[in-house]
């Protein structure tokens, strides 16, 4: 009877077992080799998991699986980041408490994912919600703020009107709410932030130690956004006749000879000193307006432009350029931001796009100081178009002939040494606001006392819970809807014993997740967030799986966490995750919008998995999402896809359950059995290894073709071999296998190892290609010449090759063979 007859029975049979008596369950620290697995744990959304989720799951697990068959003692947890923003949203939309949302989702989260039969230890389950982990949430920020790394500030932040609450810097997305899309506002209000940039250089520096996609790495350098530079001492005059100094941040001190205008921040606290009283309504006038219309930093599109009249206004005054001499006009703008490097920036419109478009508005001067390629300049030798790359130093007085390279350092020497301006290390990182308005999230553990100022709740009285309420949607007055409780707000300070209040603005998400992964290999311990023997053992988590879109916010944060934990002495590691493996995520054609894209409700074209689990397994699911390409890739789901899986299955299970397949003592060696199964055990392990599972099922699935085409017999050494590598891609199947066929259960296996002799060969499979599309293969011995590796391909492919003009042939030793044709 073939496997999709069966598989609904033996899914029921092994889910009881393991309910019963898991598995696997992870040993005290110390005992015996370890690996830690991580997934990034879920927020649990209203919707349910669809099959993309399952890709980084079924992932994570497989890898489990192979340290737990090769007898490491394995940590392999999954929690709840159920918190924040999505939660409560959520909640919101049901007319709900975001506690029973959360509960509910939860629960349907870990049915679905208790169908995965991945090998989570659900003793170690966490939820950032309880408040026995939120405790030490709390605990971790009071840390903080006593050394001084949380502080509070009256600042502009940035403002959903639809969320009601202010938004972390990284939470922005082209000017609109990560979450929910909506356009958002600058609004003033008191927030806690925290020092990350304190961690700026150690963040940058130590990514080059870690084991991550060079993309992830290269994403969070560009966040830091580490910049070497000059801050050049322009002077422009006051109403009054004095000097006033404008500090202007450059990575391009070569052009200062191409200087045309400054331009300053509406919101910068010089601005007020350099306008003229001609201008002074006018500016005022535009600020008001650029700070309700466009509040983050970007050139302003055609309908903003259009609102604002221009790209920014002149401020009435000039400023001196102390290395040029010149003077330029300053204009104030709102595409710089008073944050970001000095809040003032010089415009070099031959050199640089946003001063070239800047200074067409205002038909400024556009020289060039760089030697520009023909084509650059038009018949009236104007600049027509912006050179931005190296060349040679021209119209620069002493600087010219330079390279631009040998220019930027001849430059900052001459600023330097004239006290024309300092050389600076900058950074694009800024502090991260750590403050929420809203219900949802942990409670800030601190007190205000009018006479003792701001002071930390004692570490004895943690956790600070946050109070059941019946109403807690945000108020979009900038507090909390905590700070309506009365009894819960008004409370005695701890130094002096008076009246006293306590802060009602919440943690970001962010919070529990930076540092969730230090408590799962003790999520009851009380005394403490995590002990000493736990982290020396567990940690740091060897293989992190989980989505890109996690690449900057939470792994940055997760690491500011981890520093600071490792200065103060909490823990021996300065980096969480010793390796990262971001999954690609699994589009699916949306009959909304004709195209095909993340899975979405919304779009109509998620991929249900209990649909799935219904008619085609659990062990289907697993190996078609790792089939379907490369883990690392975005791929599109298929049905047809996984009916090619739920085939390979009913084969795999009848030609291992026939008798006649087997003998009891020793394989047929007249076909080669024993070396062909240790060739696939060295090439399956080598494309796990190099975390190819795709290719890993194709190393298995040719396995098997060349078993049943040669009718090979094959014993039971080879047997469990070949069991064992399944059962960590389809582990309802193992199991049911290894009991069936081998009478013992697969806690009692052993992970399969090759033997290199047996797995040796002298003959290697090429590829054969048309045009660069593989047409078919074959088998040659290994170091042919080319001439013989040629015409064994011509042989080859004949078919494709018949009609066809060969133009060019690449060959490529013992590895391709690809005929280029007309």
Not at 493 to 503: D, I, S, V
Not at 757 to 786: E, F
Request: charged share 25%.
């Amino acid at each position: 009877m073939s496997y999709d007859k069966v598989f609904k029975e033996i899914q029921e049979k092994w889910y009881a077992t393991w309910e019963k008596e898991p598995p696997v369950r992870t040993r005290p620290a110390g005992e015996g080799e370890k690996y830690y697995c991580l997934d990034m744990f879920p927020y649990p959304s209203g919707s349910g998991l669809h099959v993309g989720h399952w890709r980084g799951y079924v992932l994570s697990d497989i890898y489990t699986r192979i340290k737990w068959l090769q007898g490491y003692n394995i940590l392999h947890p999954m929690g709840w980041d159920a918190f924040g923003l999505p939660a409560e949203n959520d909640a919101i939309k049901k007319g709900i408490k975001p506690q029973i949302s959360t509960a509910a989702n939860i629960a349907n989260f870990k049915r679905q994912l208790k169908q995965l039969a991945a090998l989570y230890d659900w003793d170690k389950e966490l939820n950032t919600t309880d408040p026995s982990y939120y405790k030490w949430t709390q605990w971790i920020f009071l840390q903080m703020y006593k050394a001084g790394l949380a502080y509070r500030a009256h600042m502009p932040i940035n403002w959903c009107p639809s969320c009601l609450t202010g938004l972390a810097n990284e939470e922005v997305v082209n000017g609109g709410c990560e979450r929910c899309g909506t356009a958002v506002e600058l609004k003033e209000i008191p927030q806690w932030v925290l020092k990350i940039t304190n961690y700026a250089e150690r963040l940058l520096s130590d990514l080059d130690t870690l084991d991550w996609p060079e993309k992830v790495k290269t994403m969070q350098r560009n966040w830091i956004g580490k910049s070497e530079g000059v801050e050049i001492f322009f002077t422009a005059k006051d109403q009054s006749g004095n000097a006033v100094e404008l500090p202007v941040y450059t990575t391009r001190p070569d052009t200062i000879f191409g200087v045309t205008f400054l331009v300053i921040a509406p919101e910068h606290t010089l601005l007020s000193s350099i306008v003229t009283p001609e201008q002074r309504a006018e500016v005022a006038d535009y600020c008001r307006l650029a700070r309700s219309t466009h509040a983050f930093g970007e050139m302003l599109d055609d309908d903003d432009a259009k609102k604002l009249g221009k790209t920014g206004i002149f401020t009435g005054s000039y400023a001196h350029n102390p290395v040029s001499k010149e003077s330029v006009p300053v204009y104030v703008a709102d595409y710089v931001l008073a944050e970001h490097g000095t809040g003032i920036v010089m415009g070099v419109p031959g050199h640089d796009e946003r001063d070239f478009d800047f200074a067409r508005v205002f038909d400024l001067s556009r020289p060039t100081v760089i030697v520009v390629p023909d084509g650059y300049l038009d018949d009236n030798n104007d600049l027509k178009k912006v050179y931005t790359e190296p060349g040679v130093v021209t119209n620069s007085g002493p600087f010219n002939g330079l390279t631009t390279r040998e220019a930027h350092q001849a430059v900052i020497d001459y600023i330097t040494q004239q006290g024309f301006g300092i050389s600076v290390t900058r950074y694009k990182l800024r502090d991260w606001i750590f403050s929420r308005q809203r219900y949802w999230g942990e409670p800030i553990p601190l007190i205000h006392c009018g006479n003792c100022g701001i002071v930390p709740v004692p570490e004895n009285e943690l956790p600070i819970l946050l109070p059941d309420v019946e109403r807690y949607q945000p108020t979009g007055t900038g507090e909390s809807p905590l700070a309506d409780i009365a009894d819960w707000v008004n409370t005695q300070c701890p130094t002096c014993k008076g009246p006293a209040r306590r802060e009602t603005n919440t943690m970001p998400q962010w919070a529990g997740s930076c540092w969730y992964f230090l408590r799962y290999p003790n999520p009851h311990l009380s005394s403490k967030p995590f002990s000493q023997e736990d982290m020396h053992y567990w940690l740091p988590v060897d293989l992190y799986v989980g989505g890109v879109e996690h690449a900057i916010l939470h792994l940055l944060y997760s690491r500011f966490y981890i520093k600071f934990l490792y200065d103060l002495g909490f823990i021996p590691f300065a980096e969480p995750f010793k390796q990262l493996f971001n999954q690609g995520m699994i589009l699916k054609h949306s009959a909304k919008t004709g195209m095909v894209e993340k899975m979405s409700k919304s779009k109509g074209n998620v991929v249900n998995p209990d649909d799935i689990i219904e008619n085609y397994g659990t062990d289907a699911l697993r190996m078609y999402v790792m089939f379907m390409g490369p883990p690392e890739l975005d791929c599109e789901w298929n049905d047809s896809g996984i009916e090619g899986i739920k085939r390979f299955l009913n084969r795999l299970w009848n030609y291992l359950t026939d008798m006649d397949n087997r003998v009891s003592e020793t394989e047929n060696e007249e076909v080669g059995v024993t070396r062909r199964i240790h060739r696939f055990l060295k090439d399956f392990q080598e494309r796990l290894d190099q975390f190819k599972p795709n290719t890993a099922l194709s190393s298995m699935m040719e396995l098997i073709n060349d078993l049943m085409h040669d009718k090979a017999k094959i014993g039971l050494e080879s047997l469990e071999k070949i069991i064992i590598s399944l059962s960590v891609f389809a582990p309802f199947m193992g199991s049911q296998l290894t009991e069936q066929l081998l009478g013992k259960s697969l806690p009692e296996c052993s992970w399969p190892f090759y033997d290199p002799v047996l797995a040796y060969t002298d003959h290697v499979t090429i590829p054969v290609q048309v045009n660069g599309k593989t047409r078919t293969s074959m088998q040659v011995a290994k170091g042919l010449t080319n001439s013989q590796l040629q015409s064994a391909a011509e042989r080859a492919a004949s078919r494709w090759l018949a009609d066809a003009q060969v133009v060019k042939v690449i060959i490529v030793p013992d590895r391709l063979v690809n005929f280029v044709v007309t």
